[in-house]
């Protein structure tokens, strides 16, 4: 079974819009870390927002922020304001404390366009 | 504070060569990992080093290895290259290798087979 799972392979928005990216995950650990990371066509995986399993809060960082709803196992992240530069792959991944050890499971990715 | 650093940006090698890659973690960041990404299959784990010990691998072949250095700087090399081993490959540094510390990356050494 899929660990994590981005069903959008692409997105397209205006720019200044909003625009949120799905993610589902599946885990048995109790302890474990999401994470989403935006990937240029240059190549550098550049992390974007943190969310631990134990966090009661929606993590947020400038214009991302990070809706999780544990008992759904959902971690969709959700880009404010969307700008030109915003247009990339953008990776879901997952770290569990058991399970996989120190390893991050990487979803598909999901390219996103934003447009002018 | 300098970011990871991947040295070479780009390489090319004929089949049967071998190849090595290396990777300067963030200052301070003991827990290096080593990952490739294909078109294909995506982002796979290769392996991961704290400390200098490998604590973690994926399930690639014996010809792809690593270490990792007293400065925690790391290499990894592919011996008897294939074409399929052709790649970007990225190397990650997070200060503790624990599920709750981010993993930084490096800009990708990119690998073509010939």
């Known amino acids: 079974a899929q660990k994590i799972t981005q069903t959008q392979p692409g997105m397209f928005v205006q720019e200044k819009e909003a625009v949120t990216l799905d993610c589902t995950y599946d885990t048995s650990d109790q302890s474990y870390g999401l994470f989403w990371y935006k990937q240029p066509s240059s190549g550098e995986m550049i992390f974007l927002i943190y969310?631990?399993?134990?966090?009661?809060q929606n993590a947020t960082e400038g214009r991302y922020s990070l809706n999780f709803q544990k008992a759904r196992k959902s971690a969709n992240l959700v880009i404010s304001a969307s700008q030109l530069g915003d247009s990339a792959m953008y990776f879901c991944a997952m770290r569990e404390e058991e399970t996989s050890g120190s390893r991050l499971t990487f979803g598909e990715g999901t390219q996103l366009t934003v447009n002018p | 504070k300098a970011g990871v650093t991947q040295t070479p940006r780009y390489l090319i090698k004929t089949r049967g060569q071998q190849v090595t890659l290396s990777c300067s973690p963030i200052?301070?960041?003991?827990?290096v990992s080593w990952y490739q990404q294909t078109p294909g299959q995506g982002l796979q784990f290769l392996f991961e080093y704290f400390s200098e010990t490998q604590r973690n691998k994926g399930n690639f072949p014996g010809r792809f290895s690593g270490r990792q250095f007293s400065n925690s700087r790391s290499e990894m090399n592919v011996s008897t290259l294939e074409l399929g081993d052709s790649a970007l490959y990225l190397c990650a540094s997070s200060l503790a290798g624990i599920y709750n510390s981010p993993l930084h990356f490096g800009n990708g050494t990119r690998l073509t087979v010939t």
């Open positions: 969310q631990g399993s134990y966090d009661e």
């Open positions: 200052s301070g960041h003991r827990s």
